[in-house]
Nanobody
Framework: QVQLVESGGGLVQPGGSLRLSCAGS???????????MQWHRQAVGKERELVAA????????RYGDSVKGRFTISRDNAKNSVYLQMNSLRPEDTAVYYC???????????WGQGTQVTVSS
């Protein structure tokens, strides 16, 4: 079982920046490089949507259309962590942001508990 813990959320003004972090762990040890990582978000009254994804080695990334050019996903496999740098934040970015890990060997999927991001003046 993989545990994911997000951090870094909060209240920020429009145009501001936040950096989310997601740290992974497992009771029997975690091989973080076995997992592709994703950030999703869910706003009130809306479906959960993919924000950004990065492959297991960190060599390939993709983004949702609404965040392209503003958000950057990265990972540090030595620290079992994935990050989401969010710049030029807009009120419509307000949501709970979830970290997601997908085992590239067996497809198992794990979710974090989420961290709230609120963009408001």
């Amino acid at each position: 079982q993989v545990q994911l813990v997000e951090s870094g959320g909060g209240l920020v003004q429009p145009g501001g920046s936040l950096r989310l972090s997601c740290a992974g762990s497992a009771g029997s040890g975690l091989t973080f490089s076995y997992y592709a990582m994703q950030w999703h978000r869910q706003a009130v009254g809306k479906e959960r949507e993919l924000v950004a994804a990065i492959d297991s080695a960190g060599g390939s990334t993709r983004y949702g259309d609404s965040v392209k050019g503003r958000f950057t996903i990265s990972r540090d496999n030595a620290k079992n962590s994935v990050y989401l740098q969010m710049n030029s934040l807009r009120p419509e970015d307000t949501a709970v942001y979830y970290c997601n890990a997908v085992n590239v060997r067996n497809g198992a999927r794990y979710w974090g508990q989420g961290t709230q991001v609120t963009v408001s003046s």
